[in-house]
């Protein structure tokens, strides 16, 4: 299931979800640029990957494909939204990473454009390759590590979120990256698919403690 039919079949049986995170792009003319903040509008966007052949990923360093490597380009992005509040706060301003950089590693952050062509911000608790598994409860665990909300909280999936992360169960072929619960993250789309990540960041929050605002 792709990324787009993921998310017209969950709009179809789960109705409108919460607010999300989400930031505007301005263009990327320089290393770093500051960017215009808008809830729904998006100016500009980062550079694409190339593509290899080497199935969802444009960096031979994730896919072991020989093609080249795109620009490594970092740019300064203001969050707004409250989806994964806990771990970022809108109006904090962020140093992300082209897709071009390297890949997402566990609990960093990343952005990615969604059908109606918002960027969202979620973070990494799967990567492509490693094994979910759903509990009965909804609880959901990568590789044995039990998935959280922002918030420190066990992410627990229901309905139709919960029939769409069964048929996920196994080794992931994309991206578990969630927010709270009800926002737009892998519980209402499936995995991300790295052809879908524009840029990525290290998760403010190493040390696993939920922050307040």
């Not at 759903?134 to 999936?157: C, K, N, W």
């Not at 990525?200 to 939920?210: H, I, V």
């Amino acid at each position: 299931m792709n990324l787009i039919s993921s998310l017209r079949t969950y709009r179809q049986t789960a109705g409108t979800a919460r607010r999300h995170t989400v930031f505007a792009l301005a263009a990327l003319l320089a290393p770093v640029t500051a960017l215009a903040v808008g809830e729904t509008h998006a100016a500009g966007r980062f550079a694409q990957p190339p593509a290899t052949g080497g199935g969802n990923s444009g960096d031979k360093r994730d896919s072991g494909t020989d093609g080249p490597l795109p620009p490594c380009r970092p740019v300064t992005i203001e969050i707004t939204g409250d989806s994964l509040q806990g771990v970022v706060f809108s109006g904090e301003r962020l140093t992300v990473s082209s897709i071009g950089c390297g890949a997402p590693a566990l609990d960093d952050l990343v952005v990615f454009r969604t059908e109606d062509g918002r960027f969202v911000v979620k973070q990494v608790w799967g990567r492509p390759g490693d094994t979910l598994r759903v509990a009965d409860d909804g609880r959901m665990y990568v590789d044995g590590r039990l998935a959280e909300t922002p918030f420190g909280r066990p992410y627990i999936v229901r309905r139709a979120a919960y029939r769409l992360m069964k048929g996920h169960e196994g080794r992931l072929d994309g991206y578990l990256a969630l927010g709270h619960p009800g926002s737009v993250d892998s519980a209402m789309l499936g995995p991300i698919a790295r052809a879908d990540i524009v840029g990525f960041a290290p998760s403010p929050r190493r040390d696993g403690a939920a922050r307040t605002p």
